[in-house]
């Protein structure tokens, strides 16, 4: 069964598989020794070469990855879901590449090979680390107590340049959560500074400030990083899906969106970001 990194490469050559390794830097670690604590900031994507490290929240192991796992290549394993953490079983090495510099990467190459990367990369986080980021929420769900519970709506931040779509999500959630709306890149950002949104949905083809640069900003700030990003693609749009997360987003919705996947995936979403959703009677007037 290939593992991961075997994933990440599949239809690069040997010598463009060496290119990309030689970006990365090495990270001797020992056991038991926290490689990303609850909360660290953290923008690599990490191999593990030799060794084994865990994935942890709380006091419950989630996974464990030994050589050929990768870190970063899934949304839900990041820095900024404050509960979870890296930790190491026995002395290792980790590869480190750094995003930005994994994008810089493909800018002279040939578009296959970022397509392919984008191919594989979406490959892993679907097919292989689903089933751990499924066992991230049944945990964190079934262990971990809020430790701040909120009364009245959430927020959700729609950001669209399309007014149609704006506003047809925006009537699907406005009975469960405050909707609030920006057409810009610009307005987005600022919006999320002023009314600190508990979720965004992310449109990634703007003008001006497109939802990268967006997503980017916010996740680089300690002050907003914490706020879940669900991009929002066409089903074609495989290089966005990927690009986003590599630029920190934590989930995505194709588009068209069906209304029920778009309620789900807020709700699973805000749940996993241990968010409390209002009760019935507390959303009612």
């Known amino acids: 069964m290939p593992t991961e990194v075997d994933i990440l490469f599949k239809g690069f050559s040997e010598t463009e598989q060496s290119e990309f390794l030689a970006m990365a830097s090495e990270r001797r670690f020992v056991a038991n020794e926290v490689l990303l604590a609850a909360g660290q900031e953290e923008t690599h994507l990490s ?15 989630l996974a464990s990855l030994g050589p050929g796992g990768t870190l970063g290549t899934s949304a839900v394993i990041e820095p900024h879901i404050a509960t979870v953490a890296i930790r190491a079983d026995t002395d290792g090495v980790l590869l480190g590449v750094p995003r930005q510099r994994a994008l810089e990467f493909f800018r002279d190459r040939p578009e296959r090979l970022f397509h392919q990367f984008c191919v594989n990369v979406f490959s892993i986080w679907v097919e292989i680390l689903e089933r751990r980021n499924r066992r991230i929420f049944e ?25 149609p779509i704006r506003d047809a999500f925006g009537d699907l959630l406005q009975d469960t959560y405050t909707v609030l709306k920006a057409i810009s890149g610009e307005e987005a950002i600022r919006l999320t500074y002023e009314e600190k949104p508990d979720l965004l949905l992310l449109d990634l083809r703007m003008p001006g400030i497109d939802g990268y640069q967006v997503c ?46 778009l309620k789900e995936k807020i709700r699973q979403i805000l749940r996993r970001f241990e968010h409390v959703l209002p009760q019935e009677e507390e959303a009612s007037p």
């Open 216 to 261: 980017k900003r916010l996740k680089e700030d300690p002050a907003t990083s914490h706020i879940p990003i669900v991009v929002v693609t066409a089903m074609a749009e495989t290089n966005d899906k990927v690009k986003g997360l590599l630029y920190g987003a934590d989930d995505y919705l194709i588009k068209p969106v069906d209304a029920e996947d």
């Open 47 to 61: 191999i593990v070469q030799e060794g084994t490290v865990s994935v942890w929240a709380d006091r419950a192991r």
């Open 139 to 163: 945990l964190q769900s079934a262990l971990i107590v809020p430790t701040a519970r909120r009364r009245g709506k959430p927020k959700v931040l729609i950001v669209d340049d399309e007014h």
